[in-house]
Structures are given as C-alpha cells and as structure tokens.
C-alpha cells in the first residue's frame, strides 16, 4: 500500500478493482464507501488540521492519540476524521476476491486456541458486529500479546490496542446490497477477507 501518513491526507487508491468483491459486496457500494464517505473524511480532516497547524507535523496514529488533548469542537473533528481515513483504509486493505486463503502460521493457530477455531471467531466477531448500536466497528486486537474481539463506536479506533480484523456496521457499508440485514453483510464480508493480510498484520502486532 501507498503510504500517505501526513498532512496533507490523499484518498489512495484502493488495492483492486472496484467491482473486485462482486458478489459480496457490490461495486456501487465500493464506489460510493471510497471515493465518496472516505473522500469527505480525508477532506475534513486536512480542514481539521488547517485550523492548527502545529497538526501539520503529527502522522494518522498520533493524530488520533493526540485528539483528547485538543480544545473542542476540533477535538471531535481530529477524532472523527482521523479515525474516519485509519479505520476505512485498514478495512479496504484487508479485502480481496475471491478469498480462497485461510489462515495457516502463527494466527491460526493462536485463533484455535483463543477462540476454539476458525467458525468459533467468525461466530463471536458477528456477534460483536451485531452488538454494536447504530454506526460503528468490530474489531480482531491484540492486547497485552492475545487475541481479543472488541468493538468501537463512530469512527473511534481501538488504538492503542494493535489491530487485525475489522468490519464496518456504518449502514453505507451494506445498505445499497443487504439493505438492513446487517448480518447477511457480515456474511458476505467473511468470504472475502484477505488472511494473507491478517497474517501479516498479526506478525507485526507480535513484535511490537
Ligand atoms: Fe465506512
């Protein structure tokens, strides 16, 4: 992936074609979560930090971190817009189609034994997904060096906690598709994660 970490913020490009994840999730959908809801918060957030540019300095991860500390209303605005471009990157970069990988190193395993294998994950991440009221996030973490499954409202993030997996309950992730059956969307979203990705992702959280 492109790196693009500073002000100022680029919408990137995504990793494959837009209609890459037919039948999953469909290309308009894809069109319109990228080039239009991310857009507004790459946009917003450049704006964001125009209004203090001592935030000119601070790469995405410190700029969420750093949000608490700033005087409203450009706290909020730090912290929904930088979340708003972490949280749908890091979401776009784990898709692919057709997702034929599973995963077999170190995080399968530490998924078998975590969670009781892979179905047992998939099973208690949906219903995290499925908890989350109104718009917001489940996650696959890693905290204090174990797998954990939490779940975050709006664009928060769950950093400092290091993470793998997301799904993203924001009603223009799957309106245009699975309409308000948000479980049908998580469905779908399980068979086109890139485990390559969560692989990779693992290994870096384990080092850290
Ligand atoms: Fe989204």
Redesign the pocket.
């Known amino acids: 992936m492109q790196e693009n970490n500073m002000y100022p913020f680029v919408n990137l490009p995504l990793p494959y074609a837009y209609d890459a994840l037919e039948p999953y999730i469909d290309e308009k959908t894809m069109r319109l979560?990228h080039d239009k809801?991310?857009q507004t918060y790459v946009d917003n957030l450049n704006a964001a930090i125009e209004q203090d540019p001592r935030l000119k300095q601070l790469p995405l991860k410190q700029l969420i971190a750093y949000a608490d500390k700033l005087p409203q209303p450009l706290q909020n605005a730090i912290r929904n817009n930088a979340g708003g471009v972490y949280?749908?990157r890091f979401?776009f970069d784990q898709l692919t189609n057709p997702s034929i990988v599973r995963p077999d190193g170190k995080l399968m395993q530490d998924i078998n034994q975590t969670f009781g294998g892979l179905d047992k994950l998939k099973s208690e991440l949906k219903t995290a997904a499925l908890s989350v009221f109104g718009s917001g996030y489940a996650w696959l973490v890693v905290a204090d060096k174990k797998l954990k499954i939490v779940t975050t409202p709006n664009q928060n993030t769950p950093l400092p906690e290091c993470p793998i997996l997301n799904i993203?309950v924001?009603e223009?992730?799957y309106y245009l598709k699975h309409y308000n059956v948000r479980a049908d969307y998580i469905n779908d979203l399980f068979d086109i994660i890139n485990w390559d990705k969560a692989e990779e992702r693992y290994e870096k959280c384990m080092r850290k």
């Open positions: 979560h809801h991310l949280n749908h979401y993203d924001w223009h992730a």
